[in-house]
């Protein structure tokens, strides 16, 4: 039996922010069972940690298969690993992933910064059907062209964001991992806003997504001359993600707060 939480990250108030399930495995399991509690949890991610040696493997997935990439849940495991002692609460958290090494460093106002890459986008075309699945005619079109891409559309104001609502069956059949909306933000302390669509990998739209902010804080810093940013992805849940453009990495700050713990039997 080990534990199994519910975490909902960045943000430090319940039911809003991202839910992200957190794993701890005390043994290694099979992929296919990792796959089937993701499906059985129905969050946008669900995150499995397993201690090798002197660092934390960190997996994740989606109800419907692993990811490269996710932030929201790096929040959700390292706010785990503090809160249930396996973790220092002046330790950095160090994962191994498929994307290489990351961080998350706590702060003394109890906020987390993680380390991600920064993945830029670069102009592209849509792909058919693309601005008619979300329901916009117009907009700037980029991509950030990693091996599981997201497109970025830009528009010009942030009540279209807001407003939009996509064809979901349209946008499954395009081939991205997900699509990203953004416009100039339309409150003060908020620099830009988005939202973002991957319902091939099983999540109509995320409420909160940390990868996605590795692109859009490397967007956002090239038209506003400035490396710190704020930015708010208006889902129905909502939250704020504090970026922070370094060379070809971004910081990403937010909080996070328990909602469930449980247990679960890991697979004999």
């Not at 906020?111 to 117009?138: K, M, Q, V």
């Not at 991205?176 to 302390?189: E, F, K, L």
């Not at 999540?203 to 400035?226: K, M, N, Q, Y």
């Not at 328990?258 to 679960?264: A, D, M, P």
């Amino acid at each position: 039996m080990t534990d199994l939480w519910l975490v909902d990250a960045f943000t430090d108030v319940p039911f809003r922010g991202n839910p992200a399930g957190v794993c701890w495995l005390d043994r290694t399991v099979p992929d296919d069972w990792m796959q089937s509690l993701a499906m059985e949890m129905n969050q946008a991610e669900t995150a499995f940690l397993l201690r090798e040696q002197d660092e934390l493997r960190l997996r994740w997935f989606t109800p419907a298969s692993e990811v490269d990439l996710c932030g929201h849940a790096t929040l959700a495991s390292a706010h785990f690993l503090w809160a249930t002692g396996r973790l220092q609460p002046d330790r950095v958290a160090r994962f191994r992933t498929r994307s290489g090494l990351l961080t998350a460093a706590p702060a003394p106002d109890g906020s987390i910064t993680l380390d991600f890459p920064a993945t830029p986008p670069a102009p592209a075309e849509p792909p058919a059907g693309l601005l008619t699945a979300l329901g916009t005619p117009a907009g700037e079109v980029w991509s950030n062209r990693k091996p599981q891409a997201d497109y970025l559309i830009r528009l010009d104001d942030a009540a279209l964001v807001l407003a939009l609502e996509p064809d979901f069956a349209a946008l499954r059949r395009v081939d991205a991992r997900g699509v990203i909306v953004t416009a100039p933000g339309n409150r003060p302390g908020v620099d830009f806003v988005s939202r973002f669509f991957a319902p091939r990998f099983g999540i109509d739209e995320d409420p909160v997504t940390g990868s996605a902010h590795c692109t859009l804080a490397p967007f956002w810093a090239a038209r506003l001359g400035r490396t710190t940013l704020t930015g708010y992805q208006a889902s129905r849940r909502g939250g704020t993600v504090h970026t922070r453009l370094i060379g070809d990495r971004v910081e990403l700050t937010g909080r996070a707060v328990t909602v469930l713990r449980g247990t679960i039997d890991l697979p004999a």
